[in-house]
């Protein structure tokens, strides 16, 4: 007789043909697959491992086009069970025609148990054997070969129960992820897939209602009054070797019992009556001695929270550790509800092991000298026990057995919680003392460890000891220091992995074994991101919740999920068939579906604004401001017929400002216009265009917003001097106009240094040249003897003659009109040309075109 046995996965059919052959194990291949030959029991056996699913659910071809489909039609479609890995398939109908028997021996839960029937559904179509299932929650050889000493029928219910699931997972996260995605690209440039997922929406809403929250919290000030009490010489209770010590006296916090004050005048008041204060009177004393018990045994929702919180681990990847550690015989299946022991557990025999272990000998060796009692949870969900360790096992084995870095932290925390199951609770000692300062009650609490239980095995949980001075009551105490602190309220913090599990299974939503599996398709998405053990909703993923909740609320909350996961439970329970299970949910389904359709108009323009404004705040080039009309984003838009500034808020806000038709276009982040423009935009090299106001040049306000750069002090009147440029020439002119001007060097790059003259008190200039010639530093004032130094140097040519003034008082009209061989006259006449500027100098000062109108 030839019997067929499939496993979930190969590693699981490893161990159990190794189990079940006593290591006579031939491994063959089938279908390209490894399968494992023996003999047990006088009969012919075949073991082969499946790659998880190897079918899965989808809609006929016709329905997979998503620009032809209206979405709202997949949710009256049944999808078709299509085969996803055809060697597997393949393999498995090739040793059914072997068979005389198969047993299915994937993991015993909902999703295994479905795996099986794939096996099955695939084998009957060539066979039609009997088909017998093993059940085990760990693969070490007690159980595996109890298990197939003992075989079952397959549990129909369970493998239906994850068929249901599948269905209605997929007409809901297709039909709705289609309806979003589709319907934000009509009104917003976007390749993105929006996402939506009956677990994985409400999951990510979770995050999301913390996250506004914080967004909107207020800080709110708040008075707190504490003094530094300083005890005299006398006894401390503290643990030291597991005998109370003595110490000096010393100091020690109290808080005012009024605790945060919110009122000012109430902290001060207060304050005022302990003005002066030297001593405070210990006015009554209270101690307590309090036990805490050990945790309970391990489901996977407690599991997967204490490897968060504890090793920083993300839930998905310590789940993988969990199911790797389980399939290398380590410990028990990670996936269960279950948090209470049988009470047949072997627990001795296990311990007895542990005892064998130097790393964790000292506990089973405690718990040995008495009765085993273990702190049980009050859930058994009749799958498997809690997860505990089935071998003890040094965290070198487990790193070289499971290659995977964080597998001996996550063994080591397994066994640890297991014996710190079984073992007495920690007894603290608490004291209080109610202190009197002015007749004003201040508190002081301290806690010292007595007995650590269960602590000892589990530093994870270990508290620190926070002693008080010993002293008695109508003892006084001396006060070093009285204080009133100002502080702020502060948000809530974000959340953690470890309570995103917590609310998730609160409220139903996934199951042990898919949890992490829903946060981190959030991550994948790009909705949610990790940093260090808190969990943050993203932009894109805020932005998708805040659409839904403010217009189909129904989608981000969890109710109607907890519902669907109540009918696949009853499915499982055989409370309820099959296909009244898929109608019902199919319903609720369609109510939701029915509200997205009806406010399809404010999603879209929720989300498809956010997604422009993400965008437009991306293009740094075109990005203007905000949009003070709706709040969206202000952007340079560029069309056929023009250009203009424009609201990402578009169609629905109409909001928009003119541009000047030619010129390069270059937004000046750092200026602000005093005029309340919203931006202000350098046009070309030649002026600066307020957005909403129009050209800064007609702006009575420009000088204001545009000082030049001056020089130094005007020799003819009490203005000042200042670079001006054109094109072709470049001097100095006066901020007065009173018609003086400046030559400066012709050619050459120049810099306005910060730098003063010390003889006239101009700013310094520096000159590079064009050529190789090395940089100068040099005042350019002919009234100065320092300046003259420089004009009477050699090779200056024609300008070493130029008249120290020229034209003094010269009307700048008569200059443009009547032209000279000097510098000032020419550079005079040239201020009736355009205004294009050069990078001639770094410090540059600009002259209006106004401006320049009024001195020609």
């Not at 490893?14 to 023996?38: C, D, K, N, W």
């Not at 398939?89 to 795996?115: Q, S, T, W």
């Not at 060796?365 to 809690?386: M, Q, R, T, Y």
Request: charged share 30%.
């Amino acid at each position: 007789m030839t019997v067929v046995a499939f496993a979930e996965k190969n590693k699981a059919a490893s161990q159990i043909a190794s189990i079940l052959g006593e290591g006579e194990v031939e491994r063959i291949t089938v279908e390209g697959l490894p399968a494992y030959e023996f003999k047990w029991k006088g009969e012919e056996w075949l073991v082969m491992g499946l790659s998880g699913h190897i079918m899965n659910y989808d809609f006929p071809e016709q329905y997979n086009k998503w620009n032809e489909v209206n979405p709202g039609v997949l949710l009256g479609v049944d999808p078709q069970k299509l085969v996803t890995r055809a060697e597997y398939a393949a393999a498995v109908k090739n040793l059914a025609k072997r068979a005389n028997k198969i047993v299915l021996a994937c993991d015993y839960d909902r999703e295994g148990e479905n795996i099986g029937f794939e096996a099955k559904t695939l084998a009957e179509e060539v066979t039609n054997v009997p088909v017998e299932r093993a059940r085990f929650s760990s693969l070490s050889p007690k159980e595996v070969k109890k298990a197939f000493e003992s075989l079952i029928d397959p549990d129909y219910n369970m493998a239906m129960a994850a068929e249901a699931r599948q269905i209605l997972d997929l007409k809901m996260g297709a039909a709705f992820t289609r309806f979003v995605t589709l319907s934000v690209r009509e009104r917003a440039r976007t390749k993105d897939i929006l996402s939506i997922g009956p677990c994985q929406t409400p999951t990510c809403g979770f995050v999301y209602e913390r996250e506004k929250i914080i967004r909107a919290f207020q800080a709110k000030d708040f008075w707190k009054i504490t003094a530094i009490f300083s005890a005299e010489s006398g006894k401390e209770r503290e643990k030291e070797g597991g005998k109370e010590g003595e110490k000096k006296g010393g100091d020690f916090e109290g808080t005012h019992r009024a605790g945060n004050i919110h009122d000012k005048e109430k902290a001060v008041e207060i304050f005022k009556r302990l003005k002066g204060a030297k001593e405070g009177l210990v006015a009554k004393k209270t101690v307590k001695e309090t036990k805490t018990s050990p945790p309970n045994p391990l489901n996977t929702t407690e599991f997967l929270k204490r490897a968060s919180k504890f090793l920083g681990i993300s839930p998905e990847l310590a789940l993988e550790v969990a199911e790797q550690l389980y399939l290398a015989g380590f410990t028990s299946y990670p996936r269960t509800e279950t948090n209470k022991y049988a009470d047949d557990f072997d627990f001795k025999s296990l311990v007895f092991d542990f005892a064998r272990q130097k790393e964790y000998r000292p506990f089973a060796e405690s718990i040995l000298i008495a009765p085993i009692v273990p702190k049980n949870g009050e859930k058994d969900a009749h799958d498997h026990p809690p997860i505990h360790p089935i071998r003890a096992a040094s965290r070198g084995e487990v790193s070289s057995a499971v290659n995977i870095p964080q597998a001996p932290e996550v063994y080591d925390l397994i066994a640890r919680h297991f014996l710190a199951n079984l073992m007495p609770a920690a007894v603290f000692e608490k004291t209080h003392l109610h202190l009197l300062v002015h007749e004003e009650p201040f508190d002081s609490s301290g806690t010292v460890l007595k007995d650590s239980g269960w602590l000892e095995a589990y530093p994870f949980e270990n508290k620190k000891d926070k002693l008080l001075p010993f002293v008695e009551e109508g003892q006084k105490v001396g006060i070093k220091k009285l204080s009133n602190t100002k502080s702020k309220t502060s948000p809530p913090k974000k959340l953690t992995e470890a309570e995103l599990l917590t609310l998730m299974d609160k409220n139903g939503i996934g199951t042990k074994a898919t949890a992490p599996t829903h946060i981190e398709t959030n991550k994948k998405r790009g909705y949610l991101e990790t940093k260090g053990k808190t969990i943050s909703i993203l932009d894109t993923g805020f932005t998708l919740m805040d659409g839904l909740s403010l217009t189909v609320p129904i989608l981000v909350k969890p109710e109607i999920r907890a519902k669907i996961e109540a009918l696949i439970q009853e499915v499982e329970d055989g409370k309820k068939e099959f296909e009244t299970a898929l109608d019902e949910g199919t319903a609720l389904i369609k109510e939701m579906y029915a509200q997205l359709e009806a406010n399809k108009k404010e999603l879209t323009s929720s989300i498809a604004g956010t997604i422009k404004d993400e965008a437009a705040l991306e293009d740094k080039k075109n990005y203007i401001g905000t949009c003070k009309v709706c709040g969206h984003v202000l952007r340079i838009v560029q069309t056929d017929s023009g250009r203009f500034v424009g609201c990402t808020g578009y169609p629905d806000c109409r909001n928009s400002y003119p541009l000047p038709k030619a010129g390069a276009l270059t937004v000046l982040r750092s200026k602000e216009c005093k005029k309340e423009g919203v931006a202000v935009l350098k046009v070309g090299n030649k002026y600066n265009w307020a957005v909403g106001i129009g050209p800064c040049f007609t702006c009575d306000l420009e000088k204001e917003c545009y000082p030049p750069e001056t020089v130094g002090s005007c020799p003819e009147c009490d203005g000042n001097m200042f670079l001006i440029t054109f094109k072709d020439t470049r001097f100095l002119g006066c901020t007065k106009r009173c018609g003086y001007t400046h030559s400066v060097p012709k050619t050459g790059k120049l810099t306005l240094l910060d730098r003063t003259c010390e003889t006239c008190g101009w700013k310094l200039f520096r000159l590079k040249e064009e050529d190789d010639s090395p940089e100068k530093e040099f005042c350019v004032n002919r009234r100065c003897p320092e300046g003259r130094k420089y004009w009477k140097k050699p090779g200056k040519g024609a300008e070493t003659r130029i008249r120290e003034k020229a034209s003094v008082r010269r009307p700048a009209a008569s200059s443009a009109a009547k032209p000279s061989a000097s510098l000032e006259t020419s550079s005079a006449a040239s201020l009736s040309t355009s205004l294009p500027s050069s990078p001639i100098t770094e410090k540059t000062s600009k002259v209006s075109a106004a401006g320049l109108k009024k001195s020609k």
